[in-house]
């Protein structure tokens, strides 16, 4: 099966969640789409680790690092969201213009 | 499984990894949002099964299926009330954010798949990565980036905590 079908998947889900990044006004939306831009860099890693699978598994233990990475990432930005919302009683990120000079 | 087999799952799993994700960031209900990204992520793990990953496919229905996800449909039952207009799009910056999006997967797409052309993945000589080997891997030649992500989520989890708390 060529590689390239992997890689082409995998840029397809990036660029969906880069859409979804700047088009998105919740910033839970805006995480949710976070999560589909690391997704598809874990398929990457995955589908390398196949292709060079004779020097070991390294592309899925980085696959694995990237999963926890993102469940950290994912734990502060809701917290930060919550916080915002308790504060400013919205979520809407093209209202949180409070730190732009 | 035979050739044929391996491409006829692979193209049925990205048709629905990439239907899913496409609904992901055009739904206009947020908990509909965060219910399509479990498809995309239960269709990413089968991937990586194909790909003979069963670790890394385990671990993410655990961890982004079971975990982010109900995180994620927490922080939307908290942040639900009053938000509004925030549940459409900005649909003054979509056009600019389909060419953005465009341009991204035109530009990733071309150089990976002209940097590897020709490059086949052949399934049946791929051995199969057991959890062993995994730990193995990552108890020998990582342990110093696997005790670095560590202290990392000891710390997220610390600064969650702290941010969030209600004092």
Known sequence: MPVAYFLVLSSLIFSLGV????????????????????????????????LFGAHGAAGQVFALFVIAVAAAEVGIGLAIVILIFRNRSSVDVDELSFLKW | MSS??????????????????????????????????????????ALYVLLLAEFVGWAQVLLYVGAVVVLLLFGIMLTRAGTG??????????????????????????????????????????????????????????????????????AALVGAIVIARRD
């Open chain 1, 19 to 50: 859409y979804g990044v700047l088009v998105r006004r919740n910033a839970v939306l805006v995480l949710l789409s976070i999560e589909l831009m690391l997704n598809a860099v874990n398929l990457n890693f995955v589908a390398f680790s196949a």
């Open chain 2, 4 to 45: 044929l087999g391996q491409q006829v799952v692979f193209w049925v799993l990205a048709l629905i990894v990439a239907g899913t994700s496409m609904r992901v960031v055009t739904a206009r209900n947020v908990v509909h949002a965060a219910l399509y990204l479990v498809g995309a992520l239960s269709g990413l793990a």
């Open chain 2, 85 to 154: 207009r925030s549940e459409a799009d900005n649909s003054a910056q979509r056009p600019l954010a389909i060419v953005c999006a465009l341009a991204v997967f035109a530009i990733t797409a071309s150089t990976s798949a002209a940097a590897f052309s020709g490059r086949t993945i052949d399934l049946s000589r791929v051995v199969g990565t057991r959890a062993v080997d995994i730990g193995a891997i990552i108890f020998s030649a990582y342990v110093l980036p696997f005790e670095i992500v560590s202290v990392l989520l000891l």
